[in-house]
């Protein structure tokens, strides 16, 4: 899958979750920069990320996870 289709889908991920379809997700992009990301969304934003990809992701790799461009690294070594 390539860098350009794991964003897009990531983003369609992130319209969902957080119920604005306007939101483009950035590289910098973490919890303090969309209004809705709280502790409950975030736990359902990985949950729909993984299945909309077929991964798991670990908790070290989601601890060590510090914005929106990790997370999309981390999506496409499992990917890959």
């Given at each position: 899958m390539r860098p350009e289709e794991i964003r897009e889908k990531a983003n369609s991920v992130f319209q969902e979750v957080f119920k604005d379809p306007n939101l483009q997700i950035q590289d910098a992009m973490s919890a303090k920069d969309v209004e809705k990301w709280d502790s409950l969304n975030h736990l359902v934003m990985i949950s729909s990320i993984e299945e909309a990809f077929g991964i798991k992701?670990?908790?070290?790799?989601?601890?060590?996870?510090?914005?929106?461009?990790?997370?999309?690294?981390?999506?496409?070594?499992?990917?890959?």
């Open positions: 992701i670990k908790l070290k790799e989601l601890i060590a996870m510090k914005n929106v461009g990790d997370l999309l690294k981390t999506i496409a070594t499992k990917v890959s």
